[in-house]
Structure formats: C-alpha cells, structure tokens
C-alpha cells in the first residue's frame, strides 16, 4: 500500500493508458502492404517486421529518455534499422513511409483495459495529470482521437517543458501545476527508469505498470490491469 494520503495522481501516456503496440501494429500492418513490403521481405514476414521495428524503436526510445539521442536520430533511424536487420537495404525505406505512420498512428484510439473506467474514478476523487516523453503533436492527438483528454487537469509533455523524464525536474514542475507536495502524490507508469525512478528521485511514490509481467529490481507497488489501482486509490 502508499505510505501517504495522495491528493494528485501523475500518469506516463505511452504503454500505460494509450496502448502503443497495439495501436502501432495495426499502423504498421496496414503501411506494409500499402507500401508493397511484401514484395521486398515477403507476404508472411508482416509480423517478424513489425517485431523487429518495436524492439528497435523500444531501445531508441530507450536512448531518448536516457537523454543519449534526440527526436530527429529517433525518427531517422528506427524504420532504416529495422531494414538493416533484416536484411534489406535501408536506402530503399521511402520516407513519405514515416510520415503517413507518425499521421495514421497517433490517431488510433486503442487504450488499455479499464482506462476510461479508472480515470473516471479517480477524477472524482483527485486531481490527475500526465507526464509524457512523447513528442507535442502526436500526445495530443492521442489525446484527442482516444477520448482521454478531459480526464486530465494538466497535460505535461517533456517536449515542450525541455526536460525528459526521468529527470526530477519534469515531476516537480508538474507537482507545482498541480499544487501539491511531492508525499501526496503518485505516480503511474510502465519505465522503470523513466516513470518509477524518476518519479522516486523528485520525492514521489510511484506504481509499476507491468502486464507482461517483466521482473521489478524496484521492488515498488505494481499492478497488471489498471483496474488495480483502485486497490491503492
């Protein structure tokens, strides 16, 4: 259980509410057939190149939060290595690619279980904010097209804040938005770096989100659906 009473609940978006591999995936298998993928990697392959593509965008994002690479290294490199790997010739990924995924898949409307019901009751019972490392355009269209905008009293988004989480600084800034101390707040989130520690470093306890139920060093609260966190809320 929380050690303190909370006022404020702190939400990360990607992974946690908006569901980003689901939403991806059916980005991405419509693009590969669009943009006949099948002729370069062949018909059956759809779903070994989409797995390449979300574990190599998993480690860049990975890079980005550490602060290691920026937004445009991101952006260039994830689709191009997912074609060095297998074994295509990266030259060949055709950029009007990245643009039509980055407009299609931010305006999937996919959530995880629960997520609706769960900010439905807690936006009555405290005030809720999100904290996103995602980049400005796309988090509100998120947002928008997944119904979850109404649910929060401030949106922090790293991009335009100029602090990536996990640094202290993005939790205390929104902490002051929201008009609370660091105890009476809790912060929700599905990176270990990211959202548990970083949340941890500004003083505020937080809850692992983690269905696929991967090993918690941390050894912090965690819940696999969301409907759980009406146990510690």
Known sequence: ?????????????????????????????????????????????????????????????????????DKNYLRHRRFRDTFVELGADPEAFPDQFEIDYLEICPKKPHLFPYAIEVLE???????????????????????????????????????????????????RYTLEKAGVDSEHAVMIGDNLVADVMGARNAGIEAVYFNPHRRENPEKCPEIECLSELKIFL
């Open 121 to 171: 009751y807690l936006k009555g019972r405290y005030s809720v904010h999100l904290i996103s490392n995602g980049f400005s355009e796309a988090c509100k269209t998120k947002l928008e097209s997944s119904g979850l905008k109404n649910y929060f009293r401030n949106v922090v988004i790293s991009e335009e804040v100029g602090v990536l989480k996990p640094d202290p600084k993005i939790f």
């Open 1 to 69: 259980m929380l050690n303190y009473t909370k006022k404020a609940v702190l939400f990360d978006l990607d992974h946690t509410l908006w569901d980003f591999e689901k939403n991806a995936r059916e980005t991405l298998q419509e693009l590969y057939f669009e943009y006949q993928f099948d002729r370069i990697f062949a018909h059956g392959q759809v779903d070994l190149f989409i797995d390449t593509y979300n574990r190599i965008n998993h480690e860049l994002w990975d890079q980005y939060h550490r602060g290691q690479i």
